[in-house]
């Protein structure tokens, strides 16, 4: 089981940044990837980032590769995704997954959720 608390959502004016975080608990996280996934009003959740908590390597989605990162704290055991240059089209909730694949992007690869944050982009 791992447990995944997001943070750090909010409103902000197109162009602007956030930094959201997930804290992960539970048994074995560490062997698992990490990921961020967001879903607007009327769409589907859709992939965002995702980090392999072993190597750190990451994946990031075309459409925000040029402007979010993804990272991971070994000591504060999160995850973060720093958005930068944020547009109104970023407005969704923010969800981290957990999945035992390597990198995916798949929905369906991820066993365990947190709650989401809701972040909102002003024009």
């Known amino acids: 089981q791992v447990h995944l608390v997001e943070s750090g959502g909010g409103l902000v004016q197109a162009g602007g940044s956030l930094r959201l975080s997930c804290a992960a608990s539970?048994?074995?996280?560490?062997?698992?990837?990490l990921g961020w996934f967001r879903q607007a009003p009327g769409k589907e959740r859709e992939f965002v980032a995702a980090?392999?908590?072993?190597?750190?390597?990451?994946l990031l989605s075309d459409s925000v590769k040029d402007r979010f990162t993804i990272s991971r704290d070994n000591a504060k055991k999160t995850v973060s995704l720093q958005m930068n240059g944020l547009k109104p089209e970023d407005t969704a909730v923010y969800y981290c997954?957990?999945?035992?694949?390597?990198?995916?992007?798949?929905?369906?690869?991820?066993?365990?959720w947190g709650q989401g944050t809701q972040v909102t982009v002003s024009s």
């Open positions: 980090i392999r908590w072993a190597s750190a390597a990451t």
């Open positions: 539970g048994r074995s996280f560490t062997t698992y990837t």
């Open positions: 997954a957990a999945s035992p694949e390597y990198l995916s992007s798949t929905r369906d690869a991820y066993d365990y």
